[in-house]
Nanobody, 114 residues
């Protein structure tokens, strides 16, 4: 059974940066596309960035393009999300998951103050 453990969230002022990490258990990590998703209060969960199994193909939502960067280290079964120039509207619980998603982890809270 795959487990996903996110970390790195916190409270930051607008314009600040955070780096999220997600460690995945299981042997399929290195052959699976991964994504970072987020869910703000009262809103549906959305995909903000994705990365192919080898890291060569990356996509980002328009709302985070140029500010967020997804990367992965298959030797560590870890996917990262570097978030720069954070805005209050980035406040959400952030989750990593496969594409398509499977069982969700607990997520990590990101709160951006204005």
């Amino acid at each position: 059974q795959v487990q996903l453990v996110e970390s790195g969230g916190g409270l930051v002022q607008a314009g600040g940066s955070l780096r999220l990490s997600c460690v995945a258990s299981g042997r399929i990590f290195s052959i699976a596309a991964m994504g970072w998703y987020r869910q703000a209060p009262g809103k549906q969960r959305e995909l903000v960035a994705s990365i192919s199994s080898g890291g060569g193909r990356i996509n980002s939502a328009d709302s985070v393009k140029g500010r967020f960067t997804i990367s992965r280290d298959n030797t560590k079964n870890t996917v990262y999300l570097q978030m720069n120039s954070l805005k209050p509207e980035d406040t959400a619980v952030y989750y990593c998951n496969f594409l398509p998603p499977v069982t969700w982890g607990q997520g990590t809270q990101v709160t951006v103050s204005s």
